[in-house]
């Protein structure tokens, strides 16, 4: 089984843990959040990271472990980038609920399947959606001199 661990900016990292708990209240143990404050020096947060790692890690039925983070090039991105490295982990920047929720339901497939899971339910989570439905649309006016009538 794969551990989960969200790097983010405060309160978005407890946020998710708290949104996935919710539909999966069984993966708190393999489930770590870390909210990087904005006072802290990167090195404390690395600290602490490096901390919850390694509790997660410690026990036998955790195979590796997937790092999430918010946005590539910030502070919980750079902290994650020196976390996992020679570390039997991967790490996925742009953390949003349906990938999370896709990574704690697959947790249990290879790293590499779960990483290729979660950028897929990241990015299928993302889509535009119609600001009015059809049903709540104005109806057209039928002129009887238009030809656009179908047959």
Same mark, same amino acid.
């Given at each position: ?32 959040? #870390?909210?990087? *404050? ?31 983070? =918010? #946005?590539?090039?910030? $502070? ?8 996992? =490295? ?5 790490? #996925? $920047? ?40 059809? *049903? ?10 238009? =030809?656009?009538?179908? *047959?």
């Amino acid at each position: 089984m794969n551990a989960i661990l969200i790097i983010a900016h405060a309160p978005l990292a407890h946020a998710l843990r708290q949104c996935a708990l919710h539909v999966f209240p069984d993966c708190g143990g393999e489930l770590v959040a #870390i909210d990087v *404050q904005p006072n802290l020096p990167p090195e404390e947060t690395l600290a602490t990271a490096r901390i919850a790692l390694e509790q997660l890690t410690h026990g036998e039925k955790v195979s590796g472990v997937l790092v999430l983070t =918010d #946005i590539f090039g910030a $502070t919980p991105s750079n902290v994650a980038q020196k976390l996992v =490295d020679g570390v039997a982990s991967r790490l #996925i $920047t742009g953390v949003n609920l349906p990938m999370l929720l896709r990574s704690v339901s697959y947790r249990n497939e290879p790293l590499e399947a779960l990483v290729s899971r979660a950028v897929v339910g990241g990015t299928q989570g993302v889509m535009q959606v119609a600001i009015t439905a059809p *049903q709540n649309q104005p109806r057209r006016n039928h002129d009887p001199n238009d =030809d656009d009538h179908q *047959q």
